[in-house]
């Protein structure tokens, strides 16, 4: 009588535990590279926004709404970011007596795979003093 095998009742549990967790294991991974890629962009717009809004302190005198719109796109496309579908809206205004600039961006988020239930738009403001004003 030959020995029986005890690993004979396991013969493609292995190849069953692999096919089970491999989906899982994917649909996590491109779900946490979204998640990293949408707070990078986020990050750059921030900067970009900080930039234009910095540049736009220096007074509508010396600086155009245009200006800072063109300002702020060539920020992100120094970070690499697209800037298709990109708002910018500059704001002067006077608050508690002092003269403001307030810069808003607006840029739709470009995100890999889309699994997530992610938020559609990057929107980022900053308000400085208007040094020109």
Known sequence: MRPRNRLGSRRGATLVEFATVL?????????????????????RVVQA???ATRYAAQGAAVVTDAQVQA??????????????????????YVADS???????LQLPVHVVAGLL???????????L?????
């Open 49 to 51: 926004t900080f930039e």
């Open 71 to 92: 300002r702020a796109a060539a920020a992100l496309e120094a970070f690499g970011v697209d800037t298709e579908g990109l708002q910018v809206s500059v704001d002067r």
């Open 117 to 127: 239930d992610l938020p559609t738009t990057h929107t980022e403001s900053f308000t």
């Open 129 to 133: 003093l208007d040094q020109g004003a």
């Open 23 to 43: 989906p899982v294991t994917l649909l996590m991974g491109i779900g946490a590279f979204d998640i990293g890629t949408l707070l990078i962009e986020r990050q």
């Open 98 to 104: 002092d003269p403001v600039v307030t810069v808003q």
